[in-house]
Nanobody, 122 residues
């Protein structure tokens, strides 16, 4: 499985950005994580293909939306009302094994895209 992320950039607080991650190969769920300078990589959102369930970190709930572009076999992350604390390198990740619980830890994901930088200025 190969993942190709795109869509990062520099914006002002309150603006929106959309990240995209195209996947080659079979996956069962995909997620977005982010890592700010000096901090650990943290879970942002996940989507499961079976049933379409979505999950979010509390810090982004209500502002970010994860969805799937079936035509492009890609996962999207629509980020609205961006805040300076959203500044980070964003990574997409994928799993190929079925799980019956939500996976929020980076170690559960075996496939990663290259990071894309999101910078939000106040």
């Amino acid at each position: 499985v190969q993942l190709q992320a795109s869509g990062g950039g520099s914006v002002q607080a309150g603006d929106s950005l959309r990240l995209s991650c195209a996947a080659s190969g079979h996956t069962v769920n995909m997620a977005w994580f982010r890592q700010a300078p000096g901090k650990e990589r943290e879970f942002v959102a996940a989507i499961y293909w079976s049933g379409g369930s979505t999950y979010y970190a509390d810090s982004v709930k209500g502002r970010f939306t994860i969805s799937r572009d079936n035509a492009k076999n890609a996962v999207l992350l629509q980020m609205n009302s961006l805040k300076p604390e959203d500044t980070a390198v964003y990574y997409c990740a994928a799993r190929t094994q079925i799980s019956y619980s939500v996976r929020r830890d980076p170690g559960s994901y075996g496939y990663w895209g290259q990071g894309t930088l999101v910078t939000v200025s106040s």
